[in-house]
Nanobody
Framework: QVQLVESGGGLVEGGGSLRLSCAASGGIFSINGMGWYRQAPGKQRELVATITRDGSTNYANSVKGRFTISRDNAKNTVYLQMNSLKPEDTAVYYC??????????????WGQGTQVTVSS
């Protein structure tokens, strides 16, 4: 079974940067891709960015040009580099791992979440 451990959240001033990490273990070979999502208070969880096993990436429009998702296959770790942070980026950030079965994305596991708070 896939296990995910996140780290790197915290408090930062607007315009600052943070890097989140998500380390995967167990069932690694079943993972086709990983992603970062976020959930602000009173809002639904939303996609931030995803990256496939071959390195293809996808971003929400709200973070394009500011956030970068990357992966280190040797460490089974995915990163989210967040630059030019805005107060509206404040949320709990979750990573997930997914598998694609018959063209359908199936979530294998979610991380525990890490709080990112951006002050104005």
């Amino acid at each position: 079974q896939v296990q995910l451990v996140e780290s790197g959240g915290g408090l930062v001033e607007g315009g600052g940067s943070l890097r989140l990490s998500c380390a995967a273990s167990g069932g690694i070979f079943s993972i086709n891709g990983m992603g970062w999502y976020r959930q602000a208070p009173g809002k639904q969880r939303e996609l931030v960015a995803t990256i496939t096993r071959d390195g293809s990436t996808n971003y929400a429009n709200s973070v394009k040009g500011r956030f970068t998702i990357s992966r280190d296959n040797a460490k089974n770790t995915v990163y989210l580099q967040m630059n030019s942070l805005k107060p509206e980026d404040t949320a709990v950030y979750y990573c997930n791992a997914y598998q694609v079965l018959n063209g359908i994305r199936v979530i294998l596991q979610w991380g525990q979440g890490t709080q990112v708070t951006v002050s104005s």
